[in-house]
């Protein structure tokens, strides 16, 4: 009896510890911020930063790159520090998608993170068409946003 009262601790560890989080448990399958009727216009005509972009911005980067999350890194709380150049490169080159460390990061992120963000739901294949066009056409953002 004194035996298995010595083990009692041990398996109550063992069965109450916390659950590990996996990587697919902290990365959500993404589904799209703007109604479909915004995506298809958006992925058909010129990108409006107001109406496409920023959505995608607020509701899926901005939580972390923001001036408070990244005081250094990349935050898209406004274009002047999105289109300047951070230690790994420039974030958004307007008018070259190809360039910018922004769709970089979305589509390839570090091995142990498939995407961004890390946590959350994914910014989805449409998300990042428009994000993609939306550079392509210049990244307009009006000064006012």
Avoid: Y
Wanted: glycine share 6%; with cysteine; aromatic share 4%.
């Amino acid at each position: 009896m004194n035996h298995c009262l010595r083990l009692l601790p041990a398996l109550f560890l063992v069965g109450c510890a916390a659950p590990q989080a996996s990587e697919s448990e902290s990365l959500l399958p993404g589904s799209n911020v703007l109604p479909f009727q915004e995506i298809r216009t958006a992925l058909k005509g010129t990108v409006d930063f107001s109406r496409h972009v920023k959505p995608i911005f607020q509701a899926k980067c901005v939580v972390c790159h923001d001036r408070a999350s990244q005081p250094r890194g990349l935050h898209l709380d406004s274009r002047e520090t999105a289109v300047r150049s951070g230690s790994l490169g420039v974030f958004i080159v307007p008018g070259n998608a190809k360039q910018s460390l922004l769709l970089a990061k979305i589509n390839s992120a570090s091995a142990h993170i498939k995407a961004m963000p890390p946590v959350g739901e994914q910014v989805t294949a449409e998300e990042v068409a428009i994000l993609q066009r939306w550079i392509t056409q210049g990244a307009v953002w009006p000064a006012s946003e």
